[in-house]
């Protein structure tokens, strides 16, 4: 007789569900698609995760996590910080796409930021504070609104690389693309010149 693995299942079940909620969004998804595609039961999913908005919910948090353990906060180091946030993005599109679909179905006053996606933002501003601090980044922008500016120029291309293709071209060269991101961030950040 097979011995359960209740961790495995629940693995499999987030699998399953990135990639179905992903696809799909909230409304479009399909519990029964979900439980089949990670062979377990539909009623364990349920017991397990509630009903299909909260294990959204859970899947976006735990995906989240995954981006957090993958690329630096280390903002100081601009190019490397550029350079994993694209490479991520670029690996796994099902991020933005959840992100996304948030937005177009949930909404910002709808959207729930658990502790760890708070702490994460919070953390990345902190990070870009202190990078002002250090004279390393202007003063005159608040840390929040550069983070957004970063965090748009590298995530807009990706999420919409159709709009991409037809601002770029179609033949257009991804590491020409990426280092004029990475020339505009570098000067959009750049603290003033100072006046001897």
Same mark, same amino acid.
């Given at each position: 007789?097979?011995?359960?693995?209740?961790?495995?299942?629940?693995?499999?079940?987030?699998?399953?569900?990135?990639?179905?909620?992903?696809?799909?969004?909230?409304?479009?998804?399909?519990?029964? #698609?979900?439980?089949?595609?990670? %062979?377990?039961?539909?009623?364990?999913?349920?017991?397990?995760?509630?009903?299909?908005?909260?294990?959204?919910?859970?899947?976006?948090?735990?995906?989240?996590?995954?981006?957090?353990?993958?690329?630096?906060?280390?903002?100081?180091?601009?190019?490397?910080?550029?350079? %994993?946030?694209?490479?991520?993005?670029?690996?796994?599109?099902?991020?933005?796409?959840?992100?996304?679909?948030?937005?177009?179905?949930?909404?910002?006053?709808?959207?729930?930021?658990?502790?760890? #996606?708070?702490?994460?933002?919070?953390?990345?501003?902190?990070?870009?504070?202190?990078? %002002?601090?250090?004279?390393?980044? #202007?003063?005159?922008?608040?840390?929040?609104?550069?983070?957004?500016?970063?965090?748009?120029?590298?995530?807009?291309?990706?999420?919409?690389?159709?709009?991409?293709?037809?601002?770029?071209?179609?033949?257009?060269?991804?590491?020409?693309?990426?280092?004029?991101?990475?020339?505009?961030?570098?000067?959009?950040?750049?603290?003033?010149?100072?006046?001897?």
């Amino acid at each position: 007789m097979a011995v359960r693995d209740p961790e495995a299942t629940k693995a499999r079940i987030f699998a399953a569900a990135t990639a179905e909620f992903a696809a799909h969004g909230i409304a479009g998804a399909r519990v029964d #698609r979900i439980a089949r595609n990670a %062979q377990a039961n539909k009623q364990l999913i349920y017991a397990y995760f509630g009903d299909k908005e909260a294990l959204f919910r859970q899947v976006l948090e735990k995906t989240m996590l995954a981006v957090a353990e993958s690329v630096t906060t280390d903002i100081e180091d601009l190019d490397t910080w550029i350079d %994993q946030h694209i490479d991520y993005h670029r690996d796994h599109p099902e991020l933005l796409r959840l992100l996304m679909w948030e937005a177009l179905e949930l909404g910002a006053e709808n959207a729930q930021a658990g502790e760890l #996606r708070c702490g994460r933002y919070l953390e990345k501003r902190s990070k870009v504070e202190v990078a %002002q601090g250090k004279g390393l980044m #202007r003063t005159d922008m608040p840390s929040g609104n550069i983070l957004m500016l970063l965090m748009s120029m590298i995530n807009y291309p990706l999420a919409v690389p159709q709009v991409a293709e037809f601002t770029l071209g179609p033949d257009s060269d991804p590491d020409s693309a990426r280092a004029w991101t990475k020339d505009a961030i570098r000067r959009i950040v750049a603290p003033a010149e100072t006046s001897t």
